[in-house]
Nanobody, 120 residues
């Protein structure tokens, strides 16, 4: 089994910054792609950022210029650096990944989510 563990969510002030982390753990797997989603109550889960199959990073229009994705391959960890936070950024942020394992092929995983609240 592969597990995704998010961290870094907390209460932040408008205009502030946060960095979310997602670490993948397990054995005998390789990461095909990892991305970030977010969801607020009563609304659909929204794609925030994802790396394409050709290595490009895409961001939803509402966060372009404010959020940045990075990766530490040695730690199987991805980060979402969030700046210029707005109240509408408040959501549960989820890490997602498709991984390939020798015994099972590819599998899509979700993390459990980390709450980000932007408020005064």
């Amino acid at each position: 089994q592969v597990q995704l563990a998010e961290s870094g969510g907390c209460l932040a002030q408008p205009g502030g910054s946060l960095r979310l982390s997602c670490a993948a753990s397990g054995s005998d797997f390789s990461i095909d792609f990892m991305g970030w989603y977010r969801q607020v109550p009563g609304k659909q889960r929204e794609l925030v950022s994802i790396i394409t199959s050709v290595g490009n990073t895409n961001y939803v229009d509402s966060v372009k210029g404010r959020f940045t994705r990075s990766r530490d391959n040695a730690k199987n960890t991805v980060y979402l650096q969030m700046g210029s936070l707005k109240p509408e950024d408040t959501a549960v942020y989820y890490c997602a990944s498709r991984v390939t394992q020798r015994t099972t092929g590819w599998t899509f995983y979700w993390g459990q989510g980390t709450q980000v609240t932007v408020s005064t």
